[in-house]
């Protein structure tokens, strides 16, 4: 497996597995990514800000996410304290190929993050989902990242949702 930036003729293929994880959230009963987010447009401009990254298996698209390290506002509305003080990256739009779910790569995905957030100066690592997602809250406490508390979504079409967070110190 490889992890890259992501170009634009691989957007066909995050679109696919963007579509297989809102059709398994609902099946699931999670209102998470059921608003028309995240879309081709979050995609490609994710793809052309250089924040979207893939992982490749045998040279297909076979998950991927969003890198930022912008500070985030929905993450100032924490119902408890963050585990620090300093610059975090964050995580977001993760998913993987339903066809290579239980393989790892979700957490070679989080590896990749922290690495980068390591090298790019950040002090954690921070990332949220829906409080009835049970197969990403294992993924991220398995890789690592601690439990901080619910937050608020403060823009995009799920405004106004509440979501748990958690953090990952590195070094």
């Not at 052309?48 to 998950?63: C, I, P, S, T």
């Not at 996410?65 to 985030?72: A, I």
């Not at 901080?148 to 590195?170: D, H, M, N, Q």
Request: proline share 5%; charged share 20%; hydrophobic share 45%.
């Amino acid at each position: 497996m490889e992890i890259i930036a992501a170009r634009p003729e691989q957007v066909d293929a995050m679109m696919a597995i963007t579509d297989q994880a809102k059709a398994n959230m609902a099946a699931m009963g999670i209102d998470q990514w059921q608003a028309g987010y995240p879309n081709r447009a979050v995609w490609e401009a994710d793809v052309a800000a250089g924040a979207a990254y893939v992982v490749l298996d045998e040279g297909h698209v076979a998950g991927m996410f969003c890198y930022g390290t912008e500070p985030e506002a929905a993450y100032d509305t924490l119902d408890g304290p963050w585990l620090t003080e300093g610059p975090y990256a964050t995580i977001h739009r993760c998913a993987v190929d339903a066809d290579l779910r239980g393989r790892g790569i979700i957490g070679e995905l989080f590896a990749f993050a922290c690495d980068k957030a390591a090298a790019d100066g950040m002090v954690s690592v921070r990332i949220d989902t829906h409080a009835d997602n049970a197969p990403m809250r294992r993924a991220v406490e398995k890789g690592g990242f601690t439990f901080c508390g619910g937050i608020t979504l403060t823009e995009g079409p799920e405004a106004g949702a509440p979501r748990i967070a958690f953090e990952k110190v590195l070094g």
